[in-house]
């Protein structure tokens, strides 16, 4: 989801150019139009970052789980003043760590207590260990602080000023109901927004304090050092000076996630190869693959022009779902290949009950173009009910399943999305178009 502007872009070019069509052409060809309009937006939007990501060999076109190409593996240890960490603790060292990490649930790390005291984490691709531990024990103590009519620069130690109170601090991080990474002007920032109590303290203090300085710290040392020109209500601002796109991530996400209940020290450190051996995954790929070929086979042998039109369906099928999921950089493991695969047969299903009800409907003489509105119109209750069923079951394995689990319910839940609108929409138009073209029913059944 980082290229929001140029898919905005997109989508109203796209737009302006049906309304262009729709004053400009006959009202024969506005169904057509708009129908080749419809897949040929779905698919640029599909293929915009896997085409960025072509130009960019630090960045795969599909990310893959650990299973499929190993990543970064680290072992930490809980310290809790000379005594074992409670259950309480270390559940909560866990949430904080995977908050940070993994914030939005797709990149399907491997997290788990081990012992009483540590907790192992395994990221895949991750390829650098030292900035993941940089990322997981760094504890991010975000402070605004009242510096009167002292102001400093970028980088300055305040640790000494704010012990011995000669600075009072007036929030922290843990005020924060919110925080994310954005870009002003072309340089990186962290937006923020305080909770509403916090939010009425900020607004409060800014109001009274018009003309001096806020002083805001990480760590103790300066990040910006700003003077307060007038009041800030509403509970929201943005921290700005001299980050760097990573830099300005990485504390959005550590302000998300929080602070860390007890301190971790990292006792092992390094990369990984795939879980599973080379030859394995090769293994499954080709059988994917094999897979793929016989249905193609089987439905232009059963269903002879149909059946080769869903082929092309599917083909547009399966770009558009490996398209999405490098949209939003979801990570692929094995089980998400096996709900990717899955999601096919899904979709030649619904093709089946459409093709089926096609011929039935021939048989019982209407003309050609009454049997394809009648054959979908029919099967529609069909196959809305037998995706939404299943779209149930991949909610409950996404919300209460973990790991690669968690995984599978993301592809194949994508995976029936997109063969809803592969099935019902893309294949009725190609069918729909055709048949005007080509009337001899003995091509249809």
Request: charge should be negative; hydrophobic fraction near 50%.
């Amino acid at each position: 989801m980082n290229f929001f502007w140029p898919w905005l872009v997109l989508i109203v070019g796209v737009f302006i150019l049906w309304i262009l069509a729709q004053n400009t052409v006959s009202s024969d060809l506005r169904p057509r139009i708009t129908g080749w309009m419809i897949i040929i937006e779905v698919l640029l939007i599909a293929l915009w970052q896997p085409g960025y990501r072509a130009f960019d060999i630090d960045s795969p076109i599909i990310k893959l789980g650990l299973d499929l190409q190993g990543g970064a593996n680290v072992l930490l240890q809980a310290h809790a003043e000379g005594r074992s960490p409670t259950d309480d603790e270390m559940n909560g060292v866990i949430e904080v760590i995977r908050n940070r990490v993994d914030p939005q649930g797709l990149k399907e790390i491997a997290l788990q207590r081990v012992g009483e005291d540590r907790v192992s984490l395994q990221v895949p691709g991750e390829d650098d260990p030292d900035t993941l531990a940089k990322l997981i024990g760094e504890t991010a103590l975000l402070e605004f602080i009242d510096t009167g009519r002292d102001s400093f620069e970028r980088g300055t130690d305040l640790s000494k000023e704010i012990e011995s109170g000669e600075y009072t601090v007036i929030l922290k991080g843990d005020d924060l109901k919110s925080a994310e990474f954005a870009i002003a002007q072309g340089n990186p920032i962290v937006r923020f927004e305080f909770k509403p109590s916090a939010g009425k303290v900020f607004g409060t203090f800014t109001s009274e304090n018009i003309g001096r300085f806020l002083t805001v710290t990480l760590d103790k040392t300066v990040v910006t050092s700003p003077t307060i020109k007038g009041a800030i209500w509403g509970g929201s601002g943005i921290i700005e000076g001299g980050f760097t796109i990573d830099s300005a991530d990485l504390l959005a996400r550590q302000l998300n996630a929080g602070r860390l209940p007890v301190p971790v020290e990292i006792i092992e450190n390094r990369v990984i190869g795939p879980i599973l051996g080379k030859e394995s995954i090769d293994t499954s790929i080709r059988a994917g693959l094999i897979g793929f070929v016989i249905i193609l086979l089987f439905m232009a042998i059963f269903y002879k022009l149909p059946g080769l039109l869903s082929c092309l369906a599917l083909v547009l099928y399966v770009v558009l779902v490996l398209g999405y999921l490098s949209l939003f950089d979801a990570t692929l493991t094995l089980p998400g290949i096996a709900g990717f695969l899955l999601s096919i047969g899904m979709a030649v299903d619904a093709n089946i009950i459409i093709f089926e009800r096609l011929k039935e409907e021939l048989a019982w003489g209407k003309t050609l173009s009454a049997s394809v509105e009648s054959a979908f119109a029919r099967a529609w209750v069909a196959i809305f009910d037998a995706n939404l069923t299943t779209l149930i079951g991949t909610a409950v394995l996404y919300f209460y399943g973990s790991g690669p689990i968690k995984g599978f319910a993301v592809t194949l839940s994508l995976g029936i999305l997109l063969s809803f609108f592969s099935a019902v929409f893309v294949t009725r138009f190609f069918l729909t178009q055709i048949s005007v073209k080509l009337r001899n029913t003995s091509l249809y059944a």
